[in-house]
């Protein structure tokens, strides 16, 4: 089971911090990836780590402002958002497993947190 938390309402430029809670499965034995998305559009990869998180992975959209982490201890996702742009306005979820795997299905997805970027 994934549980997101974290999101909200914040202005242009502000900060959001999200978390992930992971229970069932292996935590540490899993890459983990944060998916988004908008209303009338697709999903759209974000972010991907490696299960000690050495390795973090970015969409070009988000390089540079977002940053992902993990705690294996705590069985916990993160994703730190800074700078957020109204583009960035989508419900983001996080997943089990890599990039290729969690687009191709949603069956390791948690249920979504909402984030809205608007002033």
């Known amino acids: 089971q994934l549980v997101e938390s974290g999101g909200g309402m914040v202005q242009p430029g502000g900060s959001l911090r999200l978390s992930c809670a992971a229970s069932?499965?292996?935590?540490?034995?899993?890459?983990m990836t944060w998916v988004r998305q908008a209303p009338g559009k697709g999903p759209e990869w974000v972010s991907t780590?490696?299960?000690?998180?050495?390795?973090?992975y970015y969409a070009d959209s988000v390089k540079g402002r977002f940053t992902i982490s993990r705690d294996n201890a705590k069985n916990t996702l993160f994703l730190q958002m800074n700078s957020l742009k109204p583009e960035d306005t989508a419900l983001y979820y996080c997943a089990r497993g890599p990039r290729v795997v969690v687009l191709m299905s949603r069956n390791y997805w948690g249920q979504g947190t909402q984030v809205t970027v608007s002033s």
């Open positions: 780590i490696s299960t000690g998180g050495g390795l973090t």
């Open positions: 069932g499965f292996t935590f540490s034995g899993h890459d």
